[in-house]
């Protein structure tokens, strides 16, 4: 049993399978102009992707926004059993109960979004020895450690952030670039300070 819970199928981006992986996709408009924040979701041992996608909708094997184009893959000996329990489940179980949650939460982009419903899983799955994900902690872990399905998806991800910049600087000078640079400081600081400041303000 335990050597059959640490096999993971094979990743197979062509069929958007990717067993018990993170994956992330670029986000059009904010990813532009904000090439690190995008659209996550978390992954079955099938390799079904799942993705709170709006409002008391968690999306299955439809990934908002297109296709993955960074994945981490959890190792099978990091599967680890639910809080709060004395026996031990699936990976599979705790997303369940993820899913049936945010079935009944209220999507909103800044205080309750993607992100927050794949630190919730990890939280539930003691991913990593620890259950203090959030929104902060899970978007560096993809920035540093996510790996890219292909060059098209770097690509993809960073070419139209070149064009805005490049368009942007010529026809608007330093004032284009000083406006870019407060939109991202913004967006990245509402989220910090929602996330160690105002602990209440981003749910989980």
Known sequence: ?????????????KRAR????????????????????????????DGVILDFAGPNFVSVDNFAFG??????????????????????????DALKKGVQEFQNRSYNLFTCNCHSFVANN???LFYS????????????????????????????????????????????????LVGLLAFAAAMTGWFLVGTYCIKSLIEL
């Open 129 to 176: 020895g620890h259950d203090k994900w959030n929104v902060v902690s899970l978007a560096a872990v993809m920035f540093l450690r996510g790996r890219w399905v292909s060059t098209t998806s770097v690509v993809k991800t960073f070419a139209p952030f070149a064009v805005v910049l490049t368009v942007g600087a010529l026809l608007g000078g330093m004032t284009f």
């Open 122 to 124: 990890l939280n539930r």
């Open 1 to 13: 049993m335990e050597a059959e819970r640490s096999q993971l199928s094979q990743i197979d981006p």
């Open 67 to 92: 296709a993955v184009a960074r994945y981490i893959q959890v190792n099978g000996d990091e599967r680890y059993k639910l809080l709060g329990t004395q026996v031990e489940a699936t990976w599979d």
């Open 18 to 45: 990717f067993p018990c992986c993170i994956v992330w996709t670029p986000i059009p408009f904010i990813t532009w102009l904000v090439p690190f924040i995008g659209h996550i979701g978390i992954c079955r041992e």
